[in-house]
């Protein structure tokens, strides 16, 4: 558990949202259950002390390089995201949807930590851990991105065509918006119809 975070193949990493200091025992917990090493956010560490400094995730040098970063109740401050851009997973666990840690997550569980970290340390639970073989970095899985629907579509009216990457600047709307983006009281700029009266050229 107590691995330098650099050389650490997994880390269980708690922020603030993990709440009082006896809640790490949820976060030994489950770090013993996938045999990772004890993280934190900046202010666990520095403000609240919870674990020692040099177990936050993020400061210069403090980089985690290894395959699964579990962050439960780290909202993601920036500092603490460039820590862990080499991570090959990350899990977080927050009951905030908004934090910023789920734009930059492979999972992300909206939940509280006394009730996710408890199922997630049963279900990992094997028993007693053998040493871990030599780590074998798993590479980033680069999810494919969803080509935008830039279908043109035309209105029954008149015949004028929305063109997604012409957009309707007249209208406020943005080269690059899809048809289906285009707010609910959009009607065709030539002759007023309703965007439900619009087909697929
Ligand atoms: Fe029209």
């Not at 603490?80 to 080499?86: A, D, F, Q, V």
């Amino acid at each position: 558990m107590d691995t330098p975070i650099t050389k650490a193949e997994r880390v269980v990493s708690a922020g603030k949202g993990i709440g009082p200091k006896e809640n790490m025992s949820l976060i030994e917990d489950l770090a013993k259950a996938c045999g990772a090493a004890i993280g934190s956010s900046r202010p666990v560490a520095e403000t609240l002390q919870y674990v020692p400094i040099d177990r936050y995730v993020g400061m210069s040098g403090q980089k985690f390089n290894g395959n699964l970063y579990i962050a439960c109740g780290i909202s993601g401050a920036v500092q603490h995201l460039k820590g862990i851009t080499n991570a090959s997973t990350i899990v977080a666990i927050n009951k905030n949807p908004n934090a910023p840690i789920f734009k930059n997550c492979d999972y992300g569980i909206v939940g509280d930590v006394n009730e996710i970290l408890p199922l997630l340390s049963k279900a990992l639970d094997t028993g007693e851990k053998q040493p871990a073989p030599p780590m074998k970095k798993i590479k980033r899985a680069t999810p494919k991105k969803e080509k935008p629907d830039y279908t043109i579509m035309v209105c029954d009216g008149c015949g004028y065509e929305y063109d997604p990457m012409v957009g309707d600047e007249a209208n406020g709307i943005p080269a690059g918006t899809p048809f289906e983006k285009l707010p609910e009281d959009w009607v065709c700029p030539e002759c007023s119809e309703i965007k439900a009266n619009f087909e697929k050229a």
